[in-house]
């Protein structure tokens, strides 16, 4: 007998030739290195966006070179699980009563030094490692003698809020 669809001959006592078409042939290779891909950065990207900074430490001091302003000192902390990108944040300060006096957005070139180390390869990055305490020393105008909490927020990608109450004596 002669095959119809490849046109071999075979004996009808033997089970006709078959192919076999397996995953490769059917899916091009490069469309599963680019659903694997695709998954990976989907993942990456979820992990990324969950990524909640927080602020410990706080001290507030007159700031030393400067008689009309203010050396604000804290540590920044972060969730993920990877390395993620420095955080801007803002720094607000209000009067007992909760009004506003004072406010100053701060962006990662603000705060971190112009050159990072040269040993230090993710701080060329700009990535904050995780479960890793980041020192961070910014100066800002003196805003008077009502102002008397302080709130460090992370507005860029948490909603969480670091807000300390105290009594500044200036």
């Excluded at 397996?22 to 490069?30: D, E, H, K, N, V």
């Excluded at 706080?58 to 400067?66: D, K, P, T, V, Y």
């Amino acid at each position: 007998m002669r095959c119809g669809a490849c046109l071999q001959v075979f004996r009808v006592l033997e089970a006709p030739p078959t192919r076999r078409r397996g995953l490769g042939a059917s899916f091009p290779a490069w469309v599963v290195v680019g659903l694997v891909l695709a998954l990976t950065a989907l993942a990456v990207q979820v992990a990324w966006l969950q990524t909640g900074y927080r602020a410990r430490n706080l001290e507030i001091s007159r700031h030393a070179e400067s008689p009309g302003a203010l050396a604000v000192q804290f540590v920044v902390l972060h969730d993920a699980r990877i390395p993620a990108p420095f955080p801007a944040f803002d720094i607000e300060f209000a009067t007992i009563g909760g009004e506003p006096v004072g406010s100053r957005r701060f962006r990662p070139g603000d705060y971190l030094e112009a050159e990072p180390p040269q040993a230090e390869w993710r701080a060329h990055l700009r990535l904050l490692n995780p479960e890793t305490a980041h020192p961070v020393t910014v100066t800002v105008p003196h805003p008077g003698a009502a102002a008397a909490q302080v709130t460090i927020s992370f507005p860029s990608r948490s909603i969480t809020r670091f807000s300390t109450g105290f009594t500044m004596s200036w």
